[in-house]
């Protein structure tokens, strides 16, 4: 099959389309031709970093994660899923785990569901990792109907995902977001933007909150706005990170009460723990989308395999709005 491979890690490591060996179908995995896949922060770093993170493949390696495509082989032991079935997952691009810049992936069935019949091949391959991740830590931070939520980066890629997720809950959702355009997407969410370069954290908080804080703060943004993160929440609240590789003083955090959720959604592809936590979520989010409840915002710039080195400078450029996706 064809796949595009790096053969050494860090910034300048190049992409290459070469021809590989099929992968191998063995208990408990289905085969799959991939037709769409997306690219996520963690595969730039893994590209960029290498070695310095522990998960990464060794060279040569396959990288991608998200993936959206049709079985055409399903191994033994295998139950849930029959060939022809068109399914979407986060399944590869870790460790011995085979990525999804492929043509085809052997993928462990306890990691993916049923795609959503009502979107595209390219908007579910947009949401595997972002929308396990949005949904782990809402979920994590027991989000209610009727409570006030705030999500920092109200447009990235696990960002518009928690906001959707939050409305569907029954939550009063706020995002923020730092231009016109991106105001414009929340509020076709049914949420309230708020520009965070123009209000600081005491403005909003006391504008939509009365002062008292959020219920639930989900923070995608990560390092330093964490303490923002902090101060915009209620007393006893809850805050889900998905960016907490830093030093931060928790004062804060102690003297509100805060319960604070980190959401590393790779563990189970890195441990092969509970994988098959990772199958329901999916299946959730597939009945949330048939709901209606939940699409993807897709950059507007799309890109072939042949030019997936393209796909990963467009969001390392930070330019993209939603999931950049490569097809197949």
């Known amino acids: 099959m064809k796949a595009m491979t790096i053969s050494n890690y860090g910034e300048n490591a190049t992409f290459e389309y070469t021809e590989v060996e099929s992968p191998t179908l063995k208990n408990g995995q289905v085969v799959i031709k991939i037709s769409a896949s997306s690219i996520n922060t963690v595969d730039t770093m893994i590209r960029s970093m290498g070695k310095d993170l522990p998960f990464s493949p060794a060279t040569p390696a396959i990288l991608g994660m998200d993936f959206a495509g049709t079985i055409e082989k399903v191994g033994e032991g ?5 060939i022809g079935d068109e399914v979407y997952g986060c399944a590869g691009g870790l460790g011995d785990l085979q990525g999804t810049l492929a043509d085809y992936i052997a993928a462990d069935s306890k990691l993916i569901a049923l795609k959503p019949k009502n979107l595209s091949m390219k908007e ?3 949401l595997p990792l972002v929308g396990i991740t949005a949904y782990e ?3 994590r931070a027991n989000v209610k109907s009727g409570q006030k939520v705030l999500v920092h980066g109200g447009t990235g890629g696990v960002g518009h995902v928690a906001v959707q997720l939050a ?3 029954g939550a009063d959702v706020y995002a923020t977001i730092s231009n016109n355009k991106q105001a414009d997407i929340v509020k076709s969410y049914g949420a309230k933007s708020i520009n965070y370069k123009l209000e600081s954290v005491e403005d909003y908080v006391k504008k939509h909150t009365n002062g008292a804080g959020f219920d639930v703060v989900y923070d995608s943004v990560g390092g330093d706005n964490l303490l923002k993160s902090f101060e915009a929440t209620a007393l006893n609240g809850q805050v ?8 931060l003083d928790l004062s804060t955090m102690h003297f509100k009460g805060l319960s604070l959720h980190v959401v590393f959604m790779l563990i189970p592809m890195i441990h092969n723990y509970k994988r ?3 199958g329901d979520i999916l299946s959730n989010i597939t009945k949330i989308a048939e709901a209606g409840d939940l699409k993807p915002l897709l950059d507007e710039q799309q890109f072939s395999l042949k030019h997936v080195g393209e796909a990963y400078a467009r969001l390392e450029s930070g330019n ?3 999931k950049v996706i490569v097809e197949n």
Request: hydrophobic letters at 45%; proline letters at 0%.
């Open 276 to 278: 098959e936590q990772h």
């Open 124 to 126: 579910a391959a947009a």
């Open 137 to 139: 830590g809402l979920i």
């Open 240 to 247: 889900a990170t998905t960016v907490s590789l830093n030093t």
């Open 320 to 322: 993209a709005i939603g």
């Open 78 to 82: 295998v139950t849930k899923f029959s």
């Open 167 to 169: 409305k569907h809950f």
